[in-house]
Structures are given as structure tokens and as C-alpha cells.
């Protein structure tokens, strides 16, 4: 799975398409992720003693294949390759060639 948390990715399919978020979890056994503001969900919350009950509305997990990382330096959604330096596995952006981590 080439996303990973903390990278800026565009939703390319589903009700949520054309945004854009960070990603908050990558779950990588599942290949799905979690974005900042997409696929809300809302969730009954029980009352409890200490708390009333409530309805929050939560980020839900989306497939990793409906999203595309988002290059900022191009502005502009883009592939990821991998390529070796020194020794280790980089991610590389396929538009600008630019290595990512």
C-alpha cells in the first residue's frame, strides 16, 4: 500500500468525490484508510451516567484504491513509484519524479 498517514490524498470515486483530506490512519491489512472529513458517518452514542446520549458523526474508513495521493508541489493528484536510494525503498511521484519520504 503506498498511502500513508499524514499524506494529502483526493478521493477519485464514491459520494465524497473531487475532495481532497489528510490522512488520519492507514490500515494497511484492511487496504483501506481513514481521510480527514470524508465518509462521515453518524454514531449513536448510549447514555451512560456521566454522559447524555448524543449522535456523533465520525470519519469512516474508505478503500485505498478510491483515493490518489495528492502531489502539492504539482498540485495535482498522482501515481506513487517506489525506487531504491542508498540502500533503502523511497516513494517517488510519478509526475514530478520528486522523492517523497
Known amino acids: 500500500m503506498q498511502i500513508k498517514k499524514d499524506d494529502m490524498v483526493l478521493v477519485i470515486t464514491g459520494k465524497d468525490k473531487g475532495k481532497k483530506g ?8 484492511e487496504d483501506k484508510v481513514i481521510v480527514e472529513g470524508i465518509n462521515i458517518q453518524t454514531k449513536h452514542q448510549k447514555q451512560t451516567r456521566k454522559a447524555a446520549a448524543e449522535l456523533k458523526h465520525q470519519e469512516g474508513p474508505i478503500h485505498v484504491s478510491n483515493v490518489m495521493f495528492w502531489d502539492t508541489k504539482a498540485k495535482a493528484p ?24
Not at 525503498?89 to 517523497?100: D, E, F, M, P, Y
Request: proline share 3%; aromatic share 0%; no cysteine.
Open 78 to 101: 498522482t501515481r506513487i513509484g517506489v525506487t531504491t536510494a542508498d540502500g533503502q525503498k523511497k516513494r517517488v511521484s510519478k509526475k514530478t519524479g520528486q522523492i517523497l519520504d
Open 22 to 29: 489528510k490522512v488520519l490512519k492507514a490500515m494497511p491489512k
